[in-house]
């Protein structure tokens, strides 16, 4: 991990931590893999078994490592009741995941508000929001402005 990326996340441990700490609620973190070292934890904090948990996530695009996250709780006896988000891209495939793994999830926002709003400051034209659109709807094969 380069040294950016281990500051940051520390950052997001902090904040998160700091947001629990204001709602009196505990806080786990859920790091991708386990650690190499010490003792190799991949969930850090107190986790009891059958705690009900909601997981926090900054964006959801197709929903894959979210719910990986979600498994990994699972697995260590967690009651995972859903996922909020940030922002969500709207991709039909992480809302199949998600209906799939039977784990409700609501996000703040996403990407059509943003676009929208966009359109509606001024900061992209009409023609930009239909790019923008089609990007959307098919990311995988865009093609670009080219």
């Known amino acids: 991990m380069t040294n950016e990326k281990a500051v940051a996340e520390k950052l997001l441990q902090i904040k998160g931590a700091m947001a629990a700490d204001q709602l009196k609620l505990p806080y786990i973190y859920v790091r991708p893999k386990p650690k190499e070292h010490g003792l190799a934890n991949q969930i850090e904090g107190a986790l009891e078994k059958g705690s009900k948990v909601l997981v926090i996530e900054d964006l959801i695009s197709t929903g894959k490592s979210s719910l990986q996250v979600c498994e990994v709780l699972k ?4 009651d995972v009741i ?12 992480a809302d199949q995941a998600f209906a799939a793994a039977n784990i409700p999830y609501s996000s703040l926002t996403n990407y059509q508000t943003l676009i929208s709003l966009a359109l509606e400051k001024g900061i992209i034209a009409a023609e930009e929001q239909n790019t923008l659109l089609n990007w959307r709807a098919d990311p995988a094969n865009w093609k670009g402005i080219l």
């Open 75 to 78: 697995a260590a006896g967690a």
């Open 82 to 93: 859903g996922m909020v988000s940030i922002f969500t891209y709207g991709f039909e495939i």
